[in-house]
């Protein structure tokens, strides 16, 4: 097969979906010998990594880099749908499209869905990506022949929201990198962020979405001052974090500080109120880090009884989660072993094998 694949969303360092769309994209050059790739980009001022341009073509394979703006794209695909992608991408067999733009095309199109947020709190959202999103899944559920799910969640969405028929969807749980590092490497990171005390970390883009402010003033009424809550995340969008005295916000962080700070950390929380997936939970899981998570949507399904479960709309249960994990070392102890066998499901051999498996499997 000839498969083309957007992978604009790789350049918002920081998101979840650009760490999916990196994992997919180093999965497919390292597990697939088969098929011709094509990858997409576009974008007017973001660049694509060099390292991964030149895996791309160290590999012999195409690369179509275009500096068409993602509001230009978005306009002409997702409002007026024009301007096939089979102008820019010649003699493909599919056209796997990205989380944000949805061209027309006379090639068989798969798309990959991470959640319906836009639908289940549109308030948490700008009006702008509702719209966006809205449009887009229009066109998905007339043209797109195989929806890939990241959850179960995801697929229940798609059939109660969208009414996509569900012989359509695949659910296909993305896969977690390992980066290692070493304690040297570690114990700089905690020194060059003045983490001088245990510390509990929360992950993830700031956005309402995220719950961080629950989580903040959750901590604040514990008066835990022999630790710091750290967090961890690109802005977004919304209220900025306060400052305060035992609450660190670190901002964006490159990938192996990442990992020293989950090593490091006495637990991990994430707060969010509804997640397609939920990447921080199963990397908290891969570096050994007790967790605690919201009882809703993709994050139970995920954690598979390996983490401790709050409601994210009630703060006397997320106050109750931090004090258990805090004080109780067995539960820690538990909820780190468990961790490590549940994480190890989530491959992206196998994430790789079932999406292509499922499109050679469709005339």
């Not at 895996?55 to 012999?60: A, H, L, M, S, V």
């Not at 493909?92 to 836009?118: C, G, M, R």
Request: charged share 25%.
């Amino acid at each position: 097969m000839k498969i083309g694949i957007d992978i604009s969303q790789i350049a918002y360092r920081g998101t979840g979906v650009s760490r999916f769309t990196r994992g997919l994209v180093d999965a497919i050059l390292k597990y697939d010998n088969n098929n011709e790739w094509v990858f997409f980009f576009s974008s007017l001022r973001k660049q694509l990594d060099y390292d991964l341009k030149l895996k791309i073509k160290n590999r012999g394979l195409q690369i179509n880099d275009y500096p068409y703006p993602s509001k230009l794209l978005t306009l002409l695909w997702n409002k007026f749908h024009i301007f096939k992608i089979d102008s820019l991408i010649k003699n493909l067999d599919w056209f796997i499209t990205s989380d944000w733009t949805e061209p027309p095309s006379n090639y068989k199109k798969a798309t990959i869905v991470h959640d319906l947020v836009y639908k289940r709190f549109p308030e948490t959202l700008s009006s702008i990506i509702s719209k966006n999103q809205e449009r887009k899944l229009s066109f998905v559920k007339k043209e797109s022949k195989v929806i890939f799910a990241d959850s179960i969640s995801t697929k229940k969405d798609l059939i109660s929201y969208l009414d996509i028929d569900e012989d359509k969807i695949t659910v296909n749980y993305p896969g977690v990198n390992i980066i290692k590092t070493d304690a040297v490497y570690d114990q700089k990171t905690l020194k060059n962020y003045k983490l001088n005390k245990k510390y509990i970390l929360s992950v993830g883009k700031i956005e309402p979405r995220k719950n961080i402010q629950m989580l903040i003033d959750s901590f604040i009424d514990l008066n835990l001052s022999q630790l710091d809550l750290v967090i961890v995340g690109e802005y977004g969008w919304g209220p900025n974090i306060k400052n305060y005295e035992n609450i660190k916000y670190l901002g964006y962080v490159e990938d192996m500080e990442l990992v020293s700070l989950y090593k490091s950390s006495l637990c991990f929380i994430y707060p969010s109120l509804w997640e397609g997936f939920g990447y921080p939970i199963i990397e908290a899981m891969a570096f050994k880090t007790p967790v605690a998570t919201s009882n809703t949507s993709s994050m139970e399904e995920i954690s598979d009884n390996s983490a401790l479960l709050f409601n994210p709309f009630n703060k006397s249960e997320i106050q109750d989660a931090i004090y258990k994990l805090v004080n109780d070392e067995n539960l820690r102890k538990n909820l780190i072993r468990k961790g490590i066998n549940t994480f190890q499901k989530f491959t992206w051999q196998n994430y790789y094998n079932k999406m292509v498996n499922k499109l050679e499997s469709i005339e």
